[in-house]
């Protein structure tokens, strides 16, 4: 291996196969691409092993003692915290039943023995590319300042993101219903009437504008076509809308910053640190850092002193 090489991480590979042979020929090819390399010898043994370590990617041998390859897919699919690992069956079968079983389990793709060197480094790239692409769309939905769900033509969640089950639980909240906002079922009103308005209207599904935009109260909604034909995307954001308060104003008259005034105004409303950052795209951590900048700033140290000082500042 070159110096270069060594200085090299592309990512983490884990090889799982029974054959020696194949477990050094893969090594060696996927080291002196630059990747790391981890290698177990029966499903029972990676399983063991993703537990502590998760690699980036999983060349998995279909035909091994124990639970076989699609067993060993199977579990590492099933847990939430490995699901999102990529995994490329290595086999010889040539079956078109073996095949589909395969994908149905999970994986990915399929390296056909005898494996050639060009193909597994091409293959390794191409799925490590597409799921670290996947990962950072996640994150960014994860922090952005809008919610994100899509539904089918009947309505009914199909995928939406953690910002957007707690945006819609609190709507259902508010309307005092015990209905869990889950997938399979109709988002909470209003949000669910307008949308199956907009849905049976003749121009959603065939000339679908593209996008729709919409507000409800102080929620704003952005439909548009997903890339599956048959389901629609949403992106709800809570407008940070001043009602009575001036925010300018504020942040001058109390020497804050205006995502401080907006984080008070917040507080006035009685939104917990958790809410205000799903509000503003914020973590309850960076909320809560504001919150001490904001006691520091007006010298008190609880929230209500905060909201009282705001109030009296008002009627002056």
């Known amino acids: 291996m070159t110096a ?60 091994m003692p124990g639970i076989d390859g699609f067993e060993t897919c199977r579990k590492i699919k099933s847990n939430p915290a490995t699901t999102d690992i990529p995994i490329l069956f290595m ?23 005898p494996i050639k060197p060009t193909e597994v480094l091409a293959r390794v790239d191409v799925h ?79 000339e679908l504008p593209s996008e729709i935009d919409h507000t409800l109260g102080n929620l704003s909604i952005k439909l548009s076509r997903s890339a599956d034909s048959h389901e629609f995307l949403l992106l ?16 001058d008259s109390l020497g804050l910053t205006l995502r401080e005034a907006e984080i008070l105004m917040w507080i006035s409303r009685g939104k917990t640190n958790k809410e205000i950052g799903i509000i503003l795209g914020s973590s309850p951590r960076t909320v809560n850092k504001h919150l001490e900048h904001i006691f520091e700033k007006l010298g008190v140290v609880t929230r209500a002193a905060a909201v009282a000082m705001v109030m009296q500042k008002a009627k002056e």
């Open 91 to 113: 086999t010889g079968l040539g079956e078109l039943d073996n095949l589909l079983r395969g994908f149905d389990e999970g994986g990915l793709d399929y390296i056909v023995k």
């Open 128 to 206: 490590l590319t597409q799921a670290r692409t996947i990962s950072r769309a996640k994150t960014a939905l994860k922090h952005a300042p809008f919610a994100a769900l899509t539904v089918d033509r009947s309505g009914r969640i199909t995928w939406l993101t953690p910002c957007a089950e707690t945006l819609l639980s609190q709507l259902t909240e508010k309307l005092e219903s015990s209905r869990k906002v889950e997938i399979g079922v109709l988002p909470p009103q209003p949000i669910s009437g307008w949308l199956r308005e907009q849905i049976q209207a003749n121009h959603i599904g065939r």
């Open 236 to 251: 709800l954001q809570q407008r940070a809308g001043s009602r009575d308060w001036n925010l300018e104003s504020l942040k």
């Open 4 to 63: 270069a090489n060594h200085s090299v991480n592309k990512g983490t590979v884990l090889i799982i196969d029974d054959t020696p042979g194949n477990l050094a020929f893969l090594s060696d090819t996927l080291s002196e691409a630059g990747y790391r390399v981890l290698v177990a010898i029966d499903g029972h043994s990676a399983l063991e092993q993703i537990g502590f370590l998760h690699p980036d990617i999983i060349l998995l041998d279909v035909v």
